[in-house]
């Protein structure tokens, strides 16, 4: 098939050359993240109800979550949270089909618990949070669903992705992750709600850390500022694995002691009391927030992986990209990916993807062209295993 792929020369300078560099992630207990995540897993829910019930996936967009923070009474030895969070659940799903109503409430909120669950150790699900399911509904024929033989974009839209990471970017993400996949199974104080910012001037990188602790895991301030310590430390060992570049480190640079200011919980998220979130205003699709790279507005989390080329294809262009870095072996400095699709047209067929390129020293782009080309046609090609990676956790959106 004759796809209209684009590849010219990346006119820029690399981004390891650059003087600033600023990169943004933030964690998993984040409002704006439990808000992606949220609705992730309400449509990876609902996709796995509709492939038991009917052997495909139905439309649905589950992408509008809300998160309404809730108030707390945060206190050294143990305070408490006064108001619930609120989750609002806001999108369209395929309620009923030939006649036959489908539980998709039921399979919404419980999907919406269970990931907050398996996030946030310290909050009690049950009782300091209210969900709300305002799906709309919408009804099918499937016979007419099974009679299409190509998938349509449901839009014309764009997805861009880039590869490969540079050292900022590589630190941000990994900064972020060892807090709260690792360091916080050792480090009972240290909560969910992490958010990491990395500036690099030339050839030094300051990251910028806010963590929120819990409190029922410190008695005094003394305590706290210990567990700041180790937090600054644990990062400053790690950083060296991942850059030669100077690396300093803050930790909650808003906390006044004399004051009694600390970044104190009761469950390990500003959500607790008051911070809100939206899906599509944290992470992209790539994990991070990166304002010197490409970006799109999409918000991936939570929308159809049929058809919904807002999250299809800023997916594709982060894989695109990273398998020609791959498979050019060492002769592309940095790639670019943008993708644009037309409503109503197959998926598999956009409009035009775009690949630019900056090829290593002395590489012409002549030589790496072809590779490119091949794996850009290689991943349309199999555009469609892409709803089973996300539905096994091999893609991750946020």
Not at 53 to 61: A, Q, R, T
Not at 199 to 221: P, Q, W
Not at 323 to 328: G, L, S
Request: proline share 4%; charged share 25%.
């Amino acid at each position: 098939m004759a796809r209209n792929l684009k590849v010219e020369p990346l006119r820029t300078v690399h981004i390891e050359k650059q003087d600033v560099e600023l990169v943004e992630r933030k964690g998993l207990g984040h409002p704006d993240s439990i808000a992606d995540g949220v609705s992730e897993s309400v449509s990876r829910a609902l996709c796995r109800m509709y492939l038991d019930e009917f052997g495909k996936i139905l439309h649905h967009n589950t992408d509008e979550t809300q998160v309404v923070g809730g108030a707390s009474v945060p206190k050294f030895g143990g305070g408490r949270v006064t108001q619930p969070i609120y989750v609002l659940l806001v999108g369209r799903a395929t309620t009923e089909v030939n006649g036959e109503k489908l539980p998709f409430r039921s399979v919404a909120i419980e999907a919406a618990q269970k990931y907050i669950g398996s996030v946030c150790a310290h909050l009690d699900v049950a009782k300091q949070v209210e969900f709300d399911c305002k799906i709309g509904s919408g009804s099918i024929d499937l016979r007419g669903v099974f009679d299409q033989s190509a998938v349509l974009a449901n839009d014309t839209s764009f997805g861009v992705g880039f590869a490969p990471f540079s050292e900022t970017e590589r630190l941000v993400l990994e900064t972020e992750r060892f807090l709260t996949l690792k360091l916080k199974k050792r480090l009972p104080a240290l909560g969910e709600d992490v958010k990491v910012m990395g500036y690099r001037s030339g050839n030094e990188i300051r990251l910028t850390v806010a963590a929120a602790l819990v409190d029922s895991e410190i008695k005094d301030g003394d305590e706290y500022q210990s567990v700041c310590e180790e937090i600054h430390d644990r990062i400053a060992d790690l950083a060296p694995k991942i850059t030669p570049r100077k690396v300093s480190i803050d930790v909650n640079t808003a906390d006044d002691p004399e004051l009694g200011r600390y970044y104190l919980t009761v469950t390990g998220l500003s959500m607790e009391a008051g911070d809100d979130g939206s899906v599509g205003r944290g992470n992209r699709a790539n994990g991070l927030i990166t304002p010197c790279r490409p970006m799109s507005l999409e918000a991936s989390a939570g929308k159809n992986p049929i058809n919904h080329v807002g999250k299809i294809y800023n997916i594709l262009g982060n894989l695109i990209a990273n398998d020609i870095v791959k498979e050019t072996g060492g002769n592309v400095k940095e790639v670019h990916v943008r993708i644009l699709s037309q409503i109503g047209k197959p998926v598999d067929e956009p409009q035009v993807a775009s690949l630019q390129i900056l090829p290593a020293d002395g590489v012409k782009l002549a030589q790496v062209r072809a590779d490119a080309e091949a794996v850009a046609n290689g991943w349309f090609e199999k555009i469609d295993t892409i709803p089973q990676k996300l539905l096994t956790d091999k893609i991750t959106v946020f």
